[in-house]
C-alpha cells in the first residue's frame, strides 16, 4: 500500500491505565472522550467558518471540542469459574510488525478544524513511547486518516493502549434551499468532491462490483421513471431521492441486525439502534451494511438510512458521503449516540465555491418525510439547529483497504504479521464533555 502524505508532528499526552475488565479472547478496548478545548483569544481566526462568504449555506452557534480517542489492546480470555469471571492472559502481539489506522475529520458541510494538531501517544505494558506517524488518505475517497507503524522490536505484548487527540468545531447550519436551486449541475466536479462519487459504494475491503452499482442505478431509474437526473435541479432531485430511500429502508429493532455485546456484567445483552452498547456510551462496532445489500433486504438500522442514500445519490451522479457522529444531545440514551448523517456537495462554479450540504435522514423519517413530501419545507435537510451536538469522527465506518476491525467495523483499522487469530473482540466506549463558544466570542471573532 503506498502512502502519500509526510509525516506530522507528534506530542505524547498522559496515559490512564486500562482497568482490568472481564473481556473475551484478545479484546480491543476503544474509547472516544471529547474533552473541552483550551481557551482561545476572542479574536482568534479559528473560531469563526473558514467558508467563504456565500447566500446559500451559513454557520451559526458554533462549539469547539477536543476529541480524545483510546484504543486497548488485550491479550486475555475470560472465565466464567465459581460464580465469578476470572481473566487469563492468552496469545500474544508482536509488535515489530503492528499497524494502527484510525480517522481524522477536518472540514465539511457542518464542522472545521481549529487547527492541524494531532497528539499521539502509546503505551505497551508499563511503558511509555512516542510513536511516529503518518497522516494519509484513502486511495479514492481520499478520507484522512493517521497511520502508524511500530519499530519496536518486542513479540511477548499482551497489554496496548493508544491515545490520540484531534480537534474540531461543529455548527448549526442554515441554508436558502430556494436560491441553492438556481445553482445549475457543474460541467465537472471539484476533485474533493469527484471523489466521493467513485466508488459508489464504500465497502470494507473491496468496492462493490458491477451487478451492485448496476442495482443503485436501476433503482433510480425507476424512482425517477427514466428522467435524466441532470434534468432536475440538484436540491429537488436530492430531496426527492432522500424521501424514497425513507420510503426503502424498513428500520427495525430486530436482534440480529446489531452486534453481539461484550458487558462487564452479562456477556451477551443486545441493545438496539444498529450496535450494541455498554453503559456509558460503549459499543462492540456497528452493523454497518452496503448499499447495494440494502437494496437487495432493507430491513436494517437507522445507520443503514445513511448509506443507503450515499449509495443512491451517487448513483444519480451526485457526490456524497457518510459523516458518523457522535451526538451529545442531553436527551440521548447510551445506544443513540453514533449517529450518522449525510453531505451532498453543491459546486457554484460562478463564484468557485463548493458546499457539503448537510442531511439527517434518521431526523427527517421520524419527522415523518417521505417522497410525496419533497416540495414541502423540510427541517434537517440543509438547516439544522441540532448539528452543533454533532461530533464528526468519520468518512466511513470501516477502516482503510487491508487494515482489520474485529467481528464488525469500528472506524479504526490494525494489522500484524502474523496476522491476529479468531476468537478477538473489540468494545467502543465514547464520552463527551463540550466547550460552548460563546456568542461574545464569536462577535469578537468576526468583527476584531
Known amino acids: 500500500m503506498q502512502h502519500d502524505s ?14 482490568k475488565s472481564p473481556l473475551l479472547a484478545l479484546s480491543i478496548v476503544f474509547l472516544c472522550c471529547v474533552v473541552p478545548s483550551k481557551a482561545q483569544t476572542l479574536a482568534h481566526p479559528d473560531s469563526v467558518s473558514p467558508l467563504k462568504e456565500n447566500p446559500y449555506l451559513k454557520h451559526k452557534n458554533p462549539w469547539r471540542w477536543d476529541i480524545r480517542t483510546q484504543m486497548f489492546v488485550r491479550a486475555g480470555i475470560v472465565r466464567f469459574v465459581n460464580g465469578r469471571y476470572e481473566e487469563e492472559l492468552t496469545g500474544r502481539l508482536h509488535m515489530d510488525a503492528f499497524e494502527y489506522t484510525f480517522p481524522v475529520v477536518r472540514q465539511g458541510g457542518h464542522y472545521w478544524t481549529p487547527n492541524q494538531d494531532i497528539e ?17 488518505f484513502t486511495p479514492d475517497s481520499r478520507a484522512e486518516y493517521i497511520w502508524y507503524k511500530s519499530d519496536i522490536d518486542q513479540d511477548r505484548v499482551h497489554q496496548l493502549h493508544m491515545s490520540q487527540v484531534s480537534h474540531i468545531v461543529s455548527a448549526d447550519t442554515v441554508f436558502d434551499e430556494r436560491l441553492a436551486k438556481s445553482i445549475p449541475w457543474p ?21 462493490i462490483d458491477m451487478e451492485g452499482q448496476d442495482r443503485l442505478t436501476m433503482m433510480v431509474d425507476r424512482w425517477l421513471e427514466g428522467n435524466n437526473p441532470k434534468s432536475i435541479d440538484q436540491v429537488t432531485l436530492v430531496k426527492y431521492l ?35 452498547s455498554f453503559p456509558s456510551s460503549s459499543w462492540t462496532g456497528f452493523l454497518a451494511r452496503s448499499a447495494d445489500q440494502i ?36 436527551v ?108 461574545d466570542e464569536l462577535n469578537s471573532a468576526t468583527n476584531p
Not at 123 to 132: A, F, G, L, T
Open 332 to 439: 440521548l440514551q447510551a445506544n443513540e449516540r453514533i449517529h450518522a448523517i449525510v453531505e451532498f456537495a453543491m459546486y457554484d462554479a460562478d463564484r468557485d465555491q463548493l458546499l457539503w450540504i448537510p442531511v439527517d435522514p434518521e431526523r427527517l423519517r421520524d419527522n415523518g418525510r417521505r417522497s410525496n413530501t419533497y416540495t414541502q419545507p423540510w427541517e434537517f435537510f440543509g438547516t439544522n439547529d441540532q448539528l452543533h451536538n454533532y461530533v464528526p469522527l468519520a468518512y466511513y465506518f470501516h477502516p482503510p483497504v487491508n487494515y482489520n476491525a474485529f467481528g464488525y467495523p469500528a472506524l479504526y483499522g490494525i494489522r500484524t504479521m502474523p496476522p491476529m487469530k479468531e476468537g478477538i473482540s473489540q468494545v467502543i466506549s465514547v464520552d463527551v464533555m463540550n466547550s460552548p463558544l460563546r456568542a
Open 187 to 207: 460541467k465537472s466536479w471539484p476533485l474533493e468532491a469527484e471523489s466521493f462519487l467513485t466508488p459508489v459504494v464504500d465497502q470494507v475491503n473491496d468496492d
Open 295 to 330: 437494496a437487495l433486504d432493507p430491513s436494517g438500522s437507522p445507520l443503514d438510512l445513511s448509506s443507503m442514500l450515499v449509495g443512491v445519490l451517487r448513483a444519480a451522479a451526485v457526490p456524497a458521503r457518510v459523516v458518523v457522529c457522535y451526538d451529545n444531545s442531553n
Open 120 to 136: 499521539v501517544s502509546l503505551r505497551i505494558e508499563d511503558r511509555e513511547y512516542k510513536p511516529n506517524f503518518q497522516v494519509l
Open 242 to 276: 432522500t424521501g424514497k430511500v425513507i420510503e426503502h429502508v424498513r428500520v427495525t429493532r430486530s436482534p440480529e441486525i446489531y452486534a453481539p455485546t461484550v458487558h462487564r456484567q452479562s456477556l451477551s445483552e443486545v441493545l438496539s439502534d444498529g450496535f450494541s
Open 6 to 19: 509526510a509525516k506530522t508532528t507528534t506530542r505524547a499526552s498522559s496515559l490512564i491505565r486500562a482497568r
